[in-house]
């Protein structure tokens, strides 16, 4: 399993989580910087290798997990999870 789902799985059903808690960054080529980033209360589904958002102002778009740069906990300021970057020596 990616272990990016298991992050997403611990925002949807652990009980002592709740996705509003955190905002999820993206790749998303034409905005500001290249990223996006959503709340993950708009995610709608998550699959093996990708998820699902939709807001107010789109309807569901799919997001491959290779696209997320990191997932940030809003109460603590902190990231949960962090993309790695390689590096070119």
Same mark, same amino acid.
């Given at each position: 399993? +990616?272990?990016? @789902?298991?992050?997403?799985?611990?925002? /949807?059903?652990?009980?002592? %989580?709740?996705? $509003?808690?955190? !905002?999820?960054?993206?790749?998303?080529?034409?905005?500001?910087?290249?990223?996006?980033?959503?709340?993950?209360? +708009?995610?709608? @589904?998550?699959?093996?290798?990708?998820? /699902?958002?939709?807001?107010? %102002?789109?309807? $569901?778009?799919? !997001?491959?997990?290779?696209?997320?740069?990191?997932?940030?906990?809003?109460?603590?300021?902190?990231?949960?999870?962090?993309?790695?970057?390689?590096?070119?020596?």
């Amino acid at each position: 399993m +990616h272990p990016l @789902k298991n992050v997403f799985n611990k925002m /949807t059903w652990d009980k002592r %989580e709740r996705a $509003e808690y955190y !905002i999820v960054y993206f790749i998303h080529r034409g905005a500001l910087g290249d990223t996006r980033k959503i709340n993950a209360s +708009h995610i709608t @589904k998550v699959g093996p290798s990708w998820f /699902t958002y939709a807001t107010g %102002e789109s309807d $569901e778009t799919l !997001i491959p997990f290779h696209r997320v740069r990191q997932i940030v906990n809003v109460r603590t300021g902190k990231p949960v999870w962090t993309k790695r970057m390689r590096t070119t020596d």
